[in-house]
């Protein structure tokens, strides 16, 4: 599988952007796909996740009411529509796609088999 992810660029806070995350080959009904972020200096952090083939999603307790993890099968497709974008949001953003995720393990970045390239995401101040 592989993840190509796109959307990021630079915004004023209050801005929305909306990433995407196009994945070739087969996902499994039972996959997360996830994302997750990393700003400068800092370790990579979980931002949200859905299951593949239901509609249960997740969200770090920071963007929670902000960002939104959707998804398109036939596409393919994972999105993060992201609002209210404040300046802490800046980061390289990753999605990923585990195969083995549960529920205790889907904040955990160890724990997923595939990651996109990463999209840088600014929002100035």
């Known amino acids: 599988v592989q993840l190509q992810a796109s959307g990021g660029g630079l915004v004023q806070a209050g801005d929305s952007l909306r990433l995407s995350c196009a994945a070739s080959?087969?996902?499994?009904?039972?996959?997360?796909m996830a994302w997750f972020r990393q700003a400068p200096g800092k370790e990579r952090e979980f931002v949200a996740a859905?299951?593949?083939?239901?509609?249960?999603?997740y969200y770090a307790d920071s963007v929670k009411g902000r960002f939104t993890i959707s998804r398109d099968n036939a596409k393919s497709t994972v999105y993060l529509q992201m609002n209210s974008l404040k300046p802490e949001d800046t980061a390289v953003y990753h999605c990923?796609?585990?195969?083995?995720?549960?529920?205790?393990?889907?904040?955990?970045?160890?724990?997923?088999?595939?990651w996109g390239q990463g999209t840088l995401v600014t929002v100035s101040s």
């Open positions: 080959g087969r996902i499994a009904s039972s996959a997360f």
């Open positions: 990923t796609l585990g195969s083995r995720i549960i529920l205790s393990t889907y904040q955990t970045d160890r724990n997923y088999d595939y």
């Open positions: 859905i299951r593949w083939g239901s509609r249960y999603t």
